[in-house]
């Protein structure tokens, strides 16, 4: 078959073994319901369109509840979908939620947390594209190279694999894969593949540092005075403490110390006054209403080729960001975790034919989105994926024993190496969370000894995270560090397990 079009668009043959993923698709399709095809009429299956917005923050979006009208498009597809209000990631960077979307196993599992290794999933491992692929779907991957590229061994597993940024650049702050570069293909293709089932991700990091990149909306803050370079990245990798300066009116302000990569003759650090803080924001905001923008004529596709009626839309972010809380900025990339909610709650909305739209609190991880969608597209679930299917939650019917949880977790390890110049230290960092709790447990492997620090929020009164009560609540802490072992356990974790 030729290339329908001439973008670096990769084909990538069929795994070996996922050949045996075809037959048991095969007799799984025969038992059909409302959501599934009839049997041996590849009309009538659900197609399935994944849109990726990396390092968007669920509270940036007007449709969970921001006060900014950052996502009108994203907003009116929430309307006709079902919104998860309680979805978390279990990574503070891409790479290890990304392949842990794919494979529905935890960081732990799949082991790909240090991209400096130039990881690549084990060629063994499945994932839910091997399904679907053995299924008969065309599959087709947009993506913005680094953590989505293809030579992590995860998107290399569609048929299709469209890379948008060179080899040579991928370590430029510029040259971040944005939907600028992913979307026109990607609706290209989709013109052209959409008479037969398919799967389409696409996927591009507008929304991640730098913020005044690709193109910069202030929108948000238009008269904004500062000098800050926003076209860099700006991080801190230790809780930090502000400096208290006083402005020229006399009152006193909270003053932040971030670090950047400097150009020749620059200084490594930069003081952001509380105006440049918000002009942070607000560009960030600028950013998803670009993205948002740009979405609305993929979701104007969906409709003109009438695939309302028989695809699953699904829009997420692979992780959030950090504005100053706890004096954290940004979320330490691959070389430190930072695990709150601003970073670990994601967006995730889901768009299925006949089925009306509603707001779901059910607790729900990344690991739970693979099994779900094979759920609803009626494929077999492989045994090696950890998640489970949230599909009885999205259609109204009771959860079961086996698909509701109490607790989300999020772990990874982290290895920065010596040379690094930002932060040089090994970590690990865990969190366990309920609808009512959440604990996050640190260690940092410093030259000294390690240090291991435990923090507790009770979310109830204290969603933002402010108020640490581990000193105060020995009860607490023990029951959730016990959740925490038994899920380590679980998954087979055991050398962070024997570290804790």
């Known amino acids: 078959m030729k290339r329908p079009f001439s973008f670096r668009l990769t084909r990538k043959p069929k795994a070996a073994w996922g050949w045996a993923f075809a037959a048991l698709a095969a007799l799984w399709l025969v038992s059909a319901d409302p959501l599934r095809a009839a049997e041996g009429d590849a009309r009538q299956r659900l197609n399935l369109i994944l849109v990726s917005a990396t390092n968007t923050r669920a509270d940036h979006l007007g449709l969970y509840g921001y006060h900014r009208a950052t996502s009108p498009n994203l907003d009116a597809l929430g309307r006709r979908a079902v919104v998860m ?6 990574a503070s960077w891409t790479l290890p939620v990304a392949v842990s979307l794919f494979t529905s196993q935890y960081p732990f599992t799949h082991g790909l947390m240090n991209r400096d290794e130039s990881p690549v999933l084990a060629a063994e491992t499945p994932t839910f594209i091997d399904v679907l692929r053995g299924a008969g779907y065309q599959t ?3 993506v913005g190279d680094r953590d989505y590229s293809p030579r992590h061994g995860h998107t290399s597993r569609f048929e299709w694999v469209f890379d948008s940024v060179k080899k040579a650049d991928n370590q430029r702050w510029s040259s971040y894969g944005v939907f600028d570069q992913t979307l026109p293909p990607a609706r290209k293709w989709l013109e052209e593949h959409h008479q037969k089932p398919f799967c389409l991700l696409i996927q591009g990091y507008d929304t991640h540092c730098p913020f005044a990149r690709p193109t910069e909306n202030s929108q948000f803050d238009p ?34 110390l971030l670090k950047t990569r400097p150009e020749t003759g620059e200084d490594s650090e930069v003081m952001f006054y509380p105006e440049d803080v918000d002009h942070m924001v607000a560009l960030y905001d600028g950013e998803i209403h670009n993205v948002d923008e740009m979405l609305g004529g ?15 839309v699904v829009f997420y972010s692979d992780h959030g960001d950090m504005f100053g809380k706890h004096g954290r900025f940004m979320r330490g990339g691959p070389l430190r975790g930072t695990f709150y909610d601003d970073v670990l709650r994601i967006p995730l909305i889901i768009q299925i034919p006949r089925l009306p739209a509603k707001s779901i609190d059910d607790l729900v991880e990344v690991v739970d989105m693979a099994p779900t969608f094979l759920d609803l597209l009626g494929l077999p679930i492989p045994p090696s994926f950890k998640g489970r299917s949230f599909r009885a939650s999205l259609e109204g019917k009771e ?3 086996n698909s509701a949880t109490p607790y989300v977790f999020a772990g990874s390890t982290f290895n ?3 040379k690094n110049d930002f932060f040089k230290y090994p970590s690990v960092i865990l969190s366990a969370r309920s609808r009512e709790w959440k604990m996050i447990v640190e260690r940092v492997d410093y030259p000294q000894g390690p240090r291991e620090t435990t923090e507790l929020y009770e979310l ?28 380590l356990q679980r998954i087979q974790a055991t050398n962070v397990l024997s570290a804790f």
């Open 298 to 312: 993929l979701f104007r596709d969906i409709d003109r080729l009438g695939l309302r009626e028989n695809t699953i």
């Open 399 to 401: 959860a079961s024993k």
């Open 85 to 90: 209000k309680n979805a978390f990631t279990h």
């Open 460 to 487: 109830t009164n204290d969603p933002q995270e402010l108020r640490d009560l581990s000193g105060r609540r020995a009860d607490k802490v023990s029951e959730m560090r016990e959740a925490m072992c038994q899920w």
């Open 140 to 142: 087709a991957a947009f």
């Open 223 to 256: 008269n904004y005075k500062g000098g800050i370079d926003f076209t860099k990245c700006y991080w801190t990798f230790e809780p930090t403490r502000p400096i208290r300066k006083r402005a020229e009116s006399g009152l006193y302000q909270d003053v932040y």
């Open 416 to 418: 920065p190496g010596m």
